[in-house]
């Protein structure tokens, strides 16, 4: 499904003004969920200001930095992406119970253990990309969406006590009238700044009708440092609070990474004007950056720092620009800022209403690009069975969370959020899916045009056990032929005279065979060259004959590549 509203992908180079009003509205986003939650964090704990002051202008920094690092997709870091940052709810729990039993010291020792888990998870995603599916991404983007939207609702009628009922209601309707107008009408650069206009609306608005309170601002200083002296240090790793506690925040960050893994995908979609194969590096690039930025908070004391998928399918959406420099200036405008706490200040006192209205409609483009991730990869009856019950429990949970009352106060918080229950249960199923299939069969052989009899012994033997027709087994047994050709036509020339190794995997479907080719090959994707050549004249050039023949013999064909492996599946039917 082509994405005509994206004008900049990941890799186009927009220009200076564009990239600078796009990044300045990330930076709104991003400012106003960290001051917000570590606000939050920091009453919740019964720290005092100067802390509050610390925990701010660290999570700045440290959010710059992941942002730009995550731009960047340098080596194991970063997937080349623009994906926003701050200051998240999920270690909130977790690490308001680690200070009330040992203080922040204890808290920032178990976030830096907590983040080595981030780290040994990306090495080892290959094995758990089965369950890391279109799916299982599409449903996180609905989940969040649905739960956010009463949300949303509920910030129109957060006005003072003393002004009219309907103030908010009608500061609301004004902002979501303007940006509904902005982005059905607007274009270019009118669209790219939907979201300043919509809110400098609204808070004139506010102002005329009472409800914008500017004091805040004025009493707020231009330009300060934090107090260093509120950085809380460490505690000892062997202390009895930390092995009881450590357990709940392993937990959490197992969480917190696939569900990373699972935005990491999406957002990799979404940064591009035509859907293409996952490139699961890049997976393992922001969980890396995750990890990083996870550490960096418990060195520094503060909320962990995570990513912010909704917000910045918002900003994509509103802006159509995923370029990924837009990512270098958000992090840079973040960073500087962090000294600026009055520019902090103004960017919080956008009057509730305003900021729900923005939310209706963010929420509602959020749910969208969840169908269409699900849609991309098409919907059989397990696929559709998955995003249904998964859509079921979350919504249900909203009306009722009997599971914050079964598990108690403490894991009621962590896996009684509805939001966390939907994508664990969505990939829960699809683990199920996996195992319930029949078992594999393995071959191991090298990426070699020698290797080419075993392979067609190896299929060959496996559709007749099958029943298959001879026709049948003939046209698998030529898939199995034109991958190993498609494969061997992408690899790059190895200094080793050894050829890689390849790992075939052979599981049975409802009336289909499912191959899997394992190797290490070039950078080109046969997946996106296969997709290429279905827009293109039907005169094929000389070395594409091999991708245009596994089209004709395979149902389908995916390729993810990952650091150090790549896996081409194949689908045949019988």
Same mark, same amino acid.
Request: net charge neutral.
């Given at each position: ?11 186009? *180079? ?15 986003? *991003? ?8 606000? +939050? ?188 002296? *509120? ?34 995908? !999406? ?75 009055? !520019? ?62 079964? $598990? ?5 918080? !962590?896996?009684?959020?509805?939001? +966390?229950?939907?994508? $664990? ?6 683990? !199920? ?9 393995? $071959? ?131």
């Amino acid at each position: 499904m082509r994405n005509s509203n994206l004008s900049y992908e990941a890799n186009d *180079a927009s220009p200076p003004l564009v990239t600078l009003g796009v990044a300045a509205q990330g930076a709104v986003i *991003a400012i106003s969920n960290i001051v917000t939650i570590t606000t +939050v964090f920091v009453l919740a704990v019964r720290a005092d200001a100067d802390y509050l002051s610390w925990a701010v202008f660290a999570s700045l920094v440290v959010t710059g930095i992941a942002i730009i690092i995550h731009g960047v997709r340098f080596g194991l870091l970063g997937a080349g992406h623009l994906l926003l940052h701050g200051a998240t709810v999920p270690f909130l729990a977790v690490c308001v119970l680690a200070v009330i039993q040992g203080g922040l010291a204890l808290m920032s020792i178990l976030v830096i253990t907590a983040s080595l888990l981030q780290f040994g998870m990306s090495a080892f995603l290959a094995k758990l990309s089965r369950v890391i599916t279109p799916v299982v991404s599409g449903v996180a983007l609905m989940v969040v969406a649905l739960a956010a939207m009463p949300v949303a609702v509920a910030r129109l009628n957060n006005i003072p006590p003393d002004a009219p009922f309907f103030t908010g209601p009608a500061v609301g309707a004004v902002s979501l009238i303007t940006a509904t107008v902005l982005m059905l009408r607007g274009s270019g650069l009118l669209r790219a700044i939907a979201l300043p206009i919509t809110i400098v609306i609204g808070c004139v608005v506010s102002f005329i009708l009472g409800i914008y309170d500017f004091k805040p601002v004025l009493e707020t200083s231009w330009f300060d440092f934090p107090e260093f002296s *509120a950085w809380p240090g460490f505690t000892s790793a062997l202390s009895p609070d930390f092995w009881a506690l450590l357990p709940s925040f392993l937990i959490v960050s197992i969480v917190v990474a696939l569900k990373a893994s699972a935005e990491s995908a !999406v957002i990799q979609q979404v940064s591009r004007r035509i859907p293409r194969a996952i490139d699961f590096r890049g997976v393992q690039g922001t969980l890396n950056v995750g990890g990083l930025s996870v550490l960096m908070s418990g060195t520094l004391g503060i909320l962990p720092v995570l990513t912010y998928l909704p917000s910045t399918i918002s900003l994509i959406s509103f802006t159509g620009v995923a370029a990924r420099r837009v990512a270098y200036v958000v992090g840079a405008i973040l960073i500087v800022l962090a000294l600026f706490p009055k !520019v902090v200040a103004l960017m919080m006192t956008v009057p509730p209403p305003v900021s729900g209205s923005i939310l209706m409609v963010i929420m509602g483009l959020l749910f969208v690009e969840g169908v269409r991730t699900v849609a991309q990869d098409g919907l059989n009856p397990q696929k559709a069975v998955i995003m249904g019950l998964a859509l079921s429990i979350s919504v249900g949970l909203q009306s009722r969370n009997i599971l914050a009352v079964v $598990l108690g106060d403490f894991w009621g918080v !962590v896996f009684g959020n509805s939001v +966390v229950v939907g994508i $664990l249960a969505a990939l829960l199923m699809s683990m !199920v899916v996996g195992f319930t299939i029949s078992r594999r069969r393995r $071959l191991n052989t090298e990426l070699d045009l020698a290797a080419a009899p075993t392979i067609d012994e190896f299929l060959r033997r496996i559709g007749t056990g099958l029943g298959w027709s001879d026709a049948s087994v003939e046209r698998l047994c030529a898939a199995g032929e034109e991958t190993l050709s498609s494969m061997l036509e992408l690899r790059d020339d190895y200094e080793d005279d050894a050829p890689p190794r390849l790992i075939l995997l052979a599981k049975r479907g409802a009336g289909s065979l499912e191959i899997e080719f394992m190797a290490v090959f070039a950078e080109e994707n046969i997946e996106d060259r296969i997709a290429f050549m279905s827009e293109q004249a039907e005169a094929p050039d000389v070395g594409d004959i091999s991708f245009r023949l596994l089209r004709h013999y395979a149902s389908s064909v995916r390729h993810r590549k990952y650091h150090g492996i790549d896996v081409v599946t194949v689908q045949v039917d019988a």
